[in-house]
Nanobody, 128 residues
Framework: QVQLVESGGGSVQAGGSLRLSCVVS????????MGWFRQTPGPGKVREEV????????????TYADSVKGRFTISKDNGGNILYLDMHNMEPEDSAIYSC????????????WGLGNRGQGTQVTVSS
């Protein structure tokens, strides 16, 4: 059974930093794609793809959303089963529930997150 468990969320002031970790288990081998998503709460909630690694086995450079480029960094451990999200110079707009995702499926050459697995998420709050 595939499981993804996030940790490291919390509260930080604007300009601060946080590191999120995601332990992935249950895959026979590396998942093809691993990434981070975030979702804001409330009636106008927005779900955003923060960034992802398209080919976990290779040294693929992560892809990032424009909103986090230059501030957030995605990396993985050598074993390939821990995904990190280092967040720096954080802004109140970064407040959200962050979840990690993994998938072995592609559609039209792109990672198909809908056919993969996702963790429960961890809350990140940035105060001004």
């Amino acid at each position: 059974q595939v499981q993804l468990v996030e940790s490291g969320g919390g509260s930080v002031q604007a300009g601060g930093s946080l590191r999120l970790s995601c332990v992935v288990s249950g895959y026979k081998d590396y998942p093809v794609c691993m990434g981070w998503f975030r979702q804001t709460p409330g009636p106008g909630k927005v779900r955003e793809e923060v960034g992802f690694i398209d080919d976990v086995r290779s040294a693929t450079v992560p892809t990032y959303a424009d909103s986090v480029k230059g501030r957030f960094t995605i990396s993985k451990d050598n074993g390939g089963n821990i995904l990190y999200l280092d967040m720096h110079n954080m802004e109140p707009e970064d407040s959200a529930i962050y979840s990690c995702a993994a998938t072995n499926r592609r559609s039209y050459g792109r990672c198909n997150w809908g056919l993969g697995n996702r963790g429960q998420g961890t809350q990140v709050t940035v105060s001004s």
